[in-house]
C-alpha cells in the first residue's frame, strides 16, 4: 500500500491542497463527529509544542478517536538510546496513525520510510511543518476566496521561521508574489530564494516596514522575532521594534488585507490592531483544528466523500 | 614525472589533489590486494595540481564510479586491456546518491540515526546537492564523504 504519510506539503499538486482545503471546509461545518470511533491516534512529541499537540489532539478527539502518546521526551527511551525507528517501530504496533513533533531535521521523512503506518509532521526541527501550512493556506483561502495571484508580505524572522519556508513552497502553484521584510541577519535563505528561481515564483526583498511598504499586501504573516537568535544581542535591540506592526501603519492598506501570525506573539503586532477587521491570527488558529481534522482523515484514507457523505456527525 | 603503464586495469585520472584520498577510501582501495600506483600533486596545465590513480586487473561498477561525481564530478576514467585505451569516459552524477555524502548539519537525523544519507543534485548544474532528509545544500566542494 502507498504510504500515505505526511512528511511535508512541497510535494503536493495543486489539486490536492485544494481538496484538503474541501475536507477542512467540511470539517468547519460540522467539526464534532465520529468518523474516528474505533481508531487510535498516537502524538509523540519528542520536542515539547504546547499548541500544535492540543491542536492535534483536539481534531482527533472531536473526530472520536482516542489518542495516546507523550508530550514530554524526558519520560520517552528515546533518553535512554533508543532510535527513533525502534520507538516508532513500537507505537506503530499500537497506534493506526502517528502524529510527531521532532527537534532533528528530516525526522518526519525518516519516520515516514520505516513506519507501517502513516505519519504526520507536526514539525521537525527548522525544516517543515505541513499542518500549519495547512491551516495557513485554508485561512488564506477562507480570507480571499482563492490562493491564485495574491501578494504575501512575510515579515520578522524569515531565516529561522519554518512556518514562511513551509508556506512559500505549498504556495508554488498558486503565481503568489512575494515581499521578504527582514533584518539582514533574518532574512529568506538563500535556498529558498533559490527554490523561488527554480519554480518562477516572484519575489521582492524589502528592509523598510511602513504603510507604504505594505500597501499592496492581500495577506501580511507576521512572525516573532526571537532575541535567541541573535549573537548580538545589540543587534537584536536595534531591529526589534523595526518590526512591530503598528496601527497606524494600515491606513493604506487594501480592504482584503489580514494579518496573519503563527501565534505566539509577543511584540509583533500591537494589540490595539486586535479589534480592527484586518486581526485574524486567532481565526487562523482556530482553522489550524480543521485543517488537522482533514490531514489526520485524509492519511487514514478516509476521503473527501467518505466526509461529505459521513453518517457520524453528532 | 612518468608513471608506469599497466597492462590491464583502471586508470582515474583528473582526480583533484584534495579529494584524492576521498577516491581512494569511496573506491574502498586501501582494502585491495591489487597492485596500485597513485600518483599525487602532478602538474596540471587545466587543473594546476591533479592526482592519478592506475589500478591493476581491476574494473568497477558503473555505480562504484558514478558515486566519485559527489567529489570528483571531472575525473577522467580510461579502462586498460593489453596496454590499450579500450573505453574513456567520464562519470555522470546519479539521480539519488545513497550512503555517500555526509549532511553538514548537525541536527539533521542522518547525523543522529543508524541509517545512510541521501542526497540530489538540484536542477540548475550539479553543483549543489540537497539532503533528501533536512533539506540543507552543500556545494560540491564542501562535500564530506561518510565515514
Do not use: W
Not at chain 1, 533584518?183 to 504603510?211: N, S, T, W
Not at chain 1, 492519511?299 to 457520524?312: F, K, Q, Y
Amino acid at each position: 500500500m502507498k504510504n500515505r504519510s505526511l512528511v511535508t506539503l512541497a510535494g503536493h499538486s495543486r489539486e490536492k491542497i485544494e481538496y484538503l482545503i474541501r475536507m477542512a471546509q467540511e470539517f468547519e461545518k460540522h467539526p464534532n463527529r465520529r468518523i474516528l470511533a474505533g481508531r487510535v491516534v498516537a502524538t509523540l512529541f519528542f520536542e515539547p509544542s504546547t499548541r500544535t499537540r492540543l491542536s492535534f489532539e483536539t481534531a482527533a478527539n472531536r473526530l472520536g478517536a482516542r489518542v495516546i502518546g507523550f508530550a514530554d521526551p524526558k519520560v520517552t527511551s528515546g533518553t535512554k538510546g533508543e532510535t527513533l525507528k525502534d520507538t516508532i517501530m513500537m507505537v506503530s504496533s499500537y497506534a493506526d496513525v502517528i502524529v510527531m513533533r521532532h527537534y532533528l531535521e528530516g525526522a518526519a521523512l525518516y519516520a515516514s520510510e520505516v513506519a507501517p503506518v502513516p505519519i504526520v509532521n507536526a514539525g521537525d526541527g527548522a525544516n517543515q511543518h505541513p499542518s500549519q501550512t495547512m491551516l495557513d493556506m485554508y485561512t488564506i483561502y477562507q480570507t480571499q476566496g482563492t490562493l491564485d495571484n495574491l501578494n504575501i508580505y512575510m515579515v520578522g524572522d524569515l531565516k529561522y521561521g519554518r512556518t514562511v519556508h513551509s508556506l512559500l513552497m505549498a504556495m508554488r502553484h498558486f503565481n503568489p508574489t512575494f515581499h521578504f521584510i527582514a533584518p539582514d541577519e533574518l532574512a529568506m535563505p538563500a535556498v529558498y530564494k533559490r527554490y523561488c528561481d527554480e519554480y518562477g515564483i516572484k519575489y521582492v526583498e524589502h528592509q523598510d516596514f511602513d504603510a507604504d511598504t505594505i500597501s499592496d499586501a492581500d495577506i501580511l504573516y507576521m512572525t516573532r522575532v526571537q532575541k535567541e537568535r541573535f549573537a548580538d544581542l545589540d543587534e537584536y535591540e536595534r531591529v526589534k521594534d523595526r518590526y512591530l506592526l503598528k496601527k497606524d501603519m494600515l491606513c493604506k492598506a487594501r480592504p482584503n488585507m489580514k494579518i496573519l501570525h503563527p501565534l505566539p506573539r509577543v511584540n509583533e503586532i500591537e494589540y490595539t490592531i486586535d479589534d480592527t477587521p484586518y486581526a485574524y491570527y486567532f481565526q487562523q488558529a482556530q482553522n489550524g483544528l480543521y485543517a488537522r481534522q482533514a490531514l489526520i482523515c485524509d492519511v487514514l484514507g478516509i476521503s473527501l466523500e467518505d466526509v461529505m457523505n459521513d453518517s457520524t456527525i453528532l | 614525472m612518468m608513471v608506469a603503464a599497466i597492462e590491464n586495469g583502471t586508470v582515474l585520472d583528473h582526480i583533484p589533489s584534495e579529494r584524492l584520498f576521498d577516491v581512494v577510501s569511496m573506491l574502498h582501495l586501501e582494502k585491495m590486494g591489487n597492485a596500485i600506483t597513485i600518483g599525487f600533486n602532478f602538474k596540471s596545465a587545466v587543473m594546476g595540481t591533479k592526482s592519478i590513480i592506475k589500478i591493476a586487473d581491476k574494473y568497477f561498477t558503473d555505480e562504484e564510479l558514478n558515486q566519485l561525481s559527489a567529489v570528483a564530478p571531472n575525473i577522467t576514467l580510461c579502462v586498460i586491456k593489453d596496454y590499450e585505451i579500450i573505453e574513456k569516459r567520464t562519470v555522470v552524477m546519479p539521480e539519488e546518491l545513497v550512503g555517500i555524502v555526509q549532511c553538514p548539519n548537525p541536527k539533521c537525523i542522518t547525523n543522529n540515526e543508524p541509517m545512510k544519507t541521501r542526497f540530489r543534485s538540484v536542477a540548475q548544474g550539479n553543483d549543489i546537492l540537497r539532503c533528501s532528509y533536512c533539506n540543507r545544500d552543500v556545494e560540491l566542494k564542501d562535500v564530506r564523504i561518510v565515514e
